[in-house]
């Protein structure tokens, strides 16, 4: 799977964000909107683990929940490092089948997990577990890359990232009818005899307009709350690179 693929590149990729003030804005979403900040907190798509990590810092207990392998064996070494491991539970599972034990008082998604889901069924689906396990007046706070976002630094433009005597190809294929991303991605991982080994994964993300996310999270139980462009709580608009989504859990 494509994650497996980018587990080395995946922080590379992402170096310019700023997890500590990403967090810290979640918190200020938890102190606006709820009567006291859940104990409990699951990073949905956690991939590395970066804002399970950033969030287990501020005493949150929190379960990070990711389907490549990959991606979580890189998370628990961060988590080990950081002296956390005893308060972070990772689980491999697909987060449009997800199962846990108990009900959480928030689940996070970052870094447009949601974009991943490109049939509005399974995001219904996805919307419809987070419910179920969240709370009564639980939080669900997740973000979705834009428009601004699939037509400029997606559209079809093409990236090259380096790790070590390894590197990526990353192409983009945007189409604006579907409003679908299409990702080809080549990895070349040299050997220890020095030969180079090629990886190939395809990937999509969708595109999702914040009327269409506020209609699906209504129709799953959700009390939609409000869409930001940054963390500053400035008002979205389809338009803006990145957007940021809180809804209530009522049950």
Known sequence: MIYDLLAEFYDRINSDLNYDAWADFLEKIFDKEMKARPSLVMDLGCGTGKMTLALAKKGYDMTGIDYSVNMLGKAREAAYDAGLSENILWLCQDIRSFELYGTMGAIVSCLDTINHITKEKELLSVFSLVHNYLDPDGL??????????????????????????????????????????????????????????RSEETQSERMYTVDGLRRMLEETG????????DFDFSAASDMSERIYIAARCKK
């Open 140 to 197: 669900f706070i997740f973000d979705v890359n834009g428009k601004a976002k699939f037509e400029t630094l997606y559209a079809n433009q093409t990236y090259v990232f380096e790790e070590g005597d390894d590197f990526c190809v990353w192409e983009n294929e945007y189409n604006e009818k579907s409003k679908l991303c299409r990702f080809f991605i080549t990895l070349f991982s040299k050997e220890r005899d020095g030969r180079y080994v």
């Open 222 to 229: 959700f009390e939609f709350i409000g869409a930001y462009s």
